[in-house]
């Protein structure tokens, strides 16, 4: 592959062939394009490293990339261009968390002690806590402290590499209540250097005034909040928890149909806990995405590949239900029919405070190699162009080849391989978003 070659020639200074930039990363220890590509099929994904490489952007976007020993001759910095010194770094694009539940208020440490005896994550929904204590605690914190919280969190992440966060609200459960979040997500997204894609999950328990009958929460659903989250454009996907005893596949088809309708694409938290043809649906509805699939059937997963949906794989979430709905040799042979379902993988966090008090996207790909059996390549590029393409944004992000934005992480390691092995995060020196440095160690 040559990267060098693939459209910079478009913004070349005439006649001389050089290259012009405003942001030059020299002397990369490693430097991983992850070109996009097929990477699902189990085995060793290309991820088109350059020792001792360089990469140039210029307007946000990535203009060239190759070995550092070419880069003098072939780029001209601009005036004011922001060079930095890679060496002794591993260079990715940007990690992107396909697959978060934010923001939020409160702790669920008490449901975990419970856990811990043997109350099922199911069964505490059921008698009003899980998803609802924190749909009660969120409703108590004000927007200054919700907001502030939201807002540590995407920092956390981008001093670990992250610059892309999918944000999902699901913890008002009212009209006012979800919009009041996504409103919420919105300013995040506005001020966090971390871009945000905002997905409404509105489904995502049936709160109590309807309990016995979901079917009046999901008129609420697609009679108000669905038309008022598109009339005031603060979502682009639109996610159900499909679960037996949550929603049940109409419902979550009625839901993801309707949203189709109105312009909002589909995702869908799939045979998390169970089988209820979650995979299958999503298949049918053209969803972009289908979460956790931990027991997906494998006409689904087929379905799911001829479909185009990415499968997220959310493996925190299985450490935290370990012994309670899932077992490890269960979800490695189930990531393996995954992978050999023809679809496309990513990795996502699952940030929530139930069943995944970890907003690491770092433990997340260590946790998919360990756990789902991933290769260190599947999960670097599950946690980059796969994310990407969970969240509809494969032509442009999770990649650092020449046309796509300028997102990319240095990491004090000197291969990719140490990112998954650490189970204690890899030290980030740089993150880059669209071609500004937004964070720098030192
Ligand atoms: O992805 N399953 C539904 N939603 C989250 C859990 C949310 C919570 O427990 O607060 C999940 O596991
Ligand atoms: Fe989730």
New binding site residues.
Partial sequence: MSPSREGPEAAAVPGTGRIPCDLVIRNASSLCLVPPGKQAAAGVPDLGVISRGALAARRGQVVWAGPDSEASAVLVPEAGCESIDASGCTVTPGLIDAHA?LPFHGSRAGEFSLRLKGVSYLEILKAGG??MS?VRATSQASDEVLLEGGLSTLDRMLRSGVTTVETKSGYGLSADGELRLLRLMRKMGEVSPVETVSTFLGA?AVPPEYKGKPELYVEVVLEEMLPAVKQLGLAEFCDI?CEPGVFDIDQSRQVLMRAKELGLAAKI?AD?MSWSGGAELAAEVGAVSAD?LLFASERGLRAMGEAGTTAVL?PV?VLSLLGDAVDVRHCRDQARLVRQAGVKVAVGT?Y?????PSSSVQLAMSLACRIFGLSVEEALAAATHGAACALGRGDRLGSLLPGYQADAAGFEATGYEDIPYRLDGVQVRFVVKRGKVVFRSR
Avoid at 352 to 356: K, L, M, S, Y
Wanted: hydrophobic share 25%; charged share 10%.
């Fill in positions: 539940h899980g998803i924190t995502h928890f938290h998390e956790h959310l979430t699952d929530n405070p139930g069943t995944a």
